[in-house]
């Protein structure tokens, strides 16, 4: 995302020109590519960013926690793994699924 320098507002691409979207200000550039390389693309994201919630996800060789209880079977142990749903100063998301039934639940600490 490219800011204007005139007014801080956002610019958005036109043509070959970068163009800000305040109307009073008018300011636009021309465009620049290698900085447009270092923008974030959701294409630039990876697997690791998403969270495990499908039946078919492999939790298998992920940390196993005991001191759980799964509420289907009864089982002490299931397979984990942490991710931060929330901002950052909210503790992280644990999820788990059973290694005996495959049952998957989520603890908010």
Same mark, same amino acid.
């Given at each position: 995302m490219q800011f204007c320098e005139d007014c801080g507002s956002m610019m958005?691409?036109?043509d070959d020109r970068m163009v800000?979207?305040?109307d009073d200000c008018g300011a636009s550039t021309g465009r620049d590519r290698d900085r447009e390389a270092a923008f974030v693309t959701t294409d630039a994201q990876t697997d690791d960013d998403v969270i495990e919630s499908?039946?078919?996800?492999?939790?298998?060789?992920?940390?196993?926690?005991?001191?759980v209880r799964?509420?289907?079977? *009864?089982? *002490?142990?299931?397979w984990y793994?942490?991710?931060?749903?929330?901002?950052?100063d909210e503790p992280p998301?644990?999820?788990?699924?059973?290694?005996d039934c495959g049952h998957r639940w989520r603890e908010y600490n």
């Amino acid at each position: 995302m490219q800011f204007c320098e005139d007014c801080g507002s956002m610019m958005k691409p036109r043509d070959d020109r970068m163009v800000c979207t305040n109307d009073d200000c008018g300011a636009s550039t021309g465009r620049d590519r290698d900085r447009e390389a270092a923008f974030v693309t959701t294409d630039a994201q990876t697997d690791d960013d998403v969270i495990e919630s499908s039946e078919e996800a492999n939790f298998e060789g992920k940390p196993i926690a005991s001191d759980v209880r799964c509420e289907e079977c *009864g089982n *002490g142990e299931a397979w984990y793994t942490l991710k931060q749903t929330a901002s950052a100063d909210e503790p992280p998301t644990r999820f788990f699924k059973c290694t005996d039934c495959g049952h998957r639940w989520r603890e908010y600490n």
